[in-house]
């Protein structure tokens, strides 16, 4: 069932290394020449971290690339070993994202190598435009995943077969993993931590790196306010500051377009020219935004928070949180309020 390598160490069959009696868990982080730096040092950071913390070596952690050596954005080289050479179970596959990955994608060689790791991987991922190599590998097949808000729609573009969503900090769909750009991937890489040994660590971890909070899948990429206004013309760019100012006013399409002395349907097509979203869908964004920001900053009941923020009710605002984030209102809280 194993064999034995020179170092003493057994390779077993069910993706970990048996180093007395304790199971270690092999992780591959796969690089590429113009690969962002800090997808692969930020994931390695929390697993190492994983280990120093609790003083047990939980994970091996090995940097695998086409060959021995990646050149990463900015000209900063690393080590790393040879795809080819690497034919050891893996319990988790994680790809980085950068400028570098539409030339990975295209190497027919790497991605061969890519799918035979994960045909021998207990889950794979990807941090932000990694998610282009997995998608290439057809890893993500039937899955849904993110990416960098910015690549979002050419993901989805280049291939249909996956569920592309803009707006998450992370994605996991069954054993497929994925992030948004560049420090999202340490917010996925604890909730992998988190996932094998528990939510107490993962928060020591993020403690320790010093990070404000730690991030759950489901929190927004950008803010609805900063997207909405660039291009904005004077009159829209004033009604989406006055909106953000009076949430618990009527913003309906009749009421906005009324405040600014346009027709319904002309408002209606100028507003999503202009924003990229339906008036509805914007004011939605708004009040989810201020729900997420008074629940993280404050103590106030969810009762004030849902009528302080326009959603009329807590149930409202719960089957919002439930519908846009994947979770509640309370549960957000928890996972983001220094308090909990």
């Known amino acids: 069932m194993s064999r034995v390598c020179d170092a003493g160490v057994h390779v077993c069959q069910d993706t970990f290394v048996t180093i007395s009696d304790q199971r270690v868990r092999t992780v591959v982080l796969l690089a590429y020449d113009d690969a962002e730096i800090l997808d692969v040092t930020g994931p390695a950071s929390v697993f190492a971290a994983a280990n120093s913390t609790t003083g047990i070596e939980h994970y091996d952690v ?24 690497m034919r050891r179970p893996v319990d988790t596959l994680m790809i980085a994202g950068g400028i570098g990955c539409l030339a990975a994608r295209a190497d027919h060689d790497l991605v061969e190598r ?3 790791m994960a045909r021998r991987s207990r889950r794979v991922a990807s941090v932000c435009s990694g998610t282009f190599v997995l998608a290439e590998a057809g890893l993500a097949d039937g899955a849904t995943v993110t990416t960098h808000w910015a690549a979002a729609d050419f993901l989805a573009e280049c ?37 094998d040994l528990g939510e107490a660590l993962a928060n020591d971890i993020a403690r320790g790196l010093v990070l404000p ?5 489901g929190q927004s990429q950008y803010s609805a306010q900063l997207a909405a ?29 009324e405040r600014v002395g ?21 004011v939605e964004d708004l009040r989810i935004d201020a729900a997420r920001h008074l629940l993280e900053s404050t103590d106030l009941t969810t009762d004030a928070v849902a009528a302080g923020c326009g959603f009329g009710s807590r149930e409202v605002m719960h089957r919002t949180f439930r ?12 996972s983001f309020s220094p308090t909990g």
């Open 213 to 217: 909070v730690r991030r759950s899948g």
């Open 262 to 282: 346009w027709g319904e349907r002309h408002f209606a097509r100028r507003f999503r020219a202009e924003t990229g979203s339906t008036p509805a869908r914007h």
């Open 114 to 116: 890519l799918r035979a």
């Open 62 to 85: 090995r940097v695998v690339a086409a060959r021995d050596r990646v050149v990463f954005t900015g000209g900063l080289v690393m080590h790393a070993e040879p795809a080819a050479g």
């Open 323 to 334: 519908r846009r984030l994947a979770t509640t209102p309370t549960q957000y809280r928890r």
């Open 159 to 195: 291939y249909p077969a996956v569920t592309v969503e803009p707006d998450r900090i992370y994605v996991r769909d069954g054993r497929v993993w994925s992030s948004a750009g560049v420090t999202a991937g340490i917010d996925l890489t604890l909730a992998l931590v988190a996932e």
């Open 229 to 257: 206004r660039v291009g904005s013309s004077p009159q829209l760019a004033a009604l989406l500051s006055w909106m953000t100012l009076n949430l618990d006013a009527d913003l309906s399409v009749a009421a906005l377009a």
